[in-house]
């Protein structure tokens, strides 16, 4: 068997760039750029709509950064909780986290709908984003214990 390579000695010891800094940053300020990519996608998403885009090439940017923004708050969203909350409540937490989650995501694409359906969606996807703006803005108060 032929001797490993630096890079091969690398690739199975060494942390990938994204582990580099998520340690470097910390998890809760990724997440919070996560919800910044976010609200990004409701602002593309509103503006595509107002502006009647239908190039296929904008339209993979916005499905990109959307893409960016759920992989980042999936990923993060428990690990963040699991860093603020105490041990013996992790359970009860994570219990929270998903019913809150799950409860905002209803109503949120509830009204989304709504709004879209009775006015436009420009003002749907508008009134999105200013909500996830205030979350975001919510979110920089936090302080890990």
Same mark, same amino acid.
Request: aromatic residues 8%; glycine residues 8%; positive net charge.
């Given at each position: 068997?032929?001797? =490993? @390579? @630096?890079?091969?000695?690398?690739?199975? &010891?060494?942390? /990938? $760039?994204?582990?580099?800094? &998520?340690?470097?940053?910390?998890?809760?300020? =990724?997440?919070?750029?996560?919800?910044?990519?976010?609200?990004?996608?409701?602002?593309?998403?509103?503006?595509?709509?107002?502006?009647?885009?239908?190039? %296929?090439?904008?339209?993979?940017?916005?499905?990109?950064?959307?893409?960016?923004?759920?992989?980042?708050?999936?990923?993060?969203?428990?690990?963040?909780?699991?860093? =603020?909350?105490?041990?013996?409540?992790?359970?009860?937490?994570?219990?929270?986290?998903?019913?809150?989650?799950?409860?905002?995501?209803?109503?949120?694409?509830?009204? %989304?709908?709504? %709004?879209?359906?009775?006015?436009?969606? /420009?003002?749907?996807?508008?009134?999105?984003?200013?909500? =996830?703006?205030?979350? /975001?803005?919510?979110?920089? $108060?936090?302080?890990?214990?």
């Amino acid at each position: 068997m032929a001797p =490993m @390579t @630096t890079v091969g000695k690398c690739r199975s &010891r060494c942390p /990938t $760039r994204s582990a580099l800094w &998520r340690i470097a940053v910390g998890h809760l300020p =990724m997440l919070v750029g996560g919800y910044v990519l976010g609200t990004l996608t409701a602002v593309l998403t509103a503006l595509a709509f107002w502006l009647s885009v239908d190039s %296929v090439p904008l339209l993979a940017v916005i499905f990109f950064v959307a893409g960016l923004y759920v992989t980042v708050e999936e990923a993060l969203e428990s690990t963040v909780t699991a860093e =603020m909350v105490q041990a013996d409540t992790l359970m009860i937490s994570y219990g929270a986290l998903g019913t809150v989650n799950g409860t905002a995501k209803f109503v949120s694409s509830a009204t %989304v709908g709504l %709004v879209w359906t009775a006015v436009s969606p /420009t003002l749907g996807f508008g009134l999105a984003a200013l909500l =996830m703006a205030a979350g /975001t803005l919510a979110m920089l $108060r936090v302080r890990n214990a």
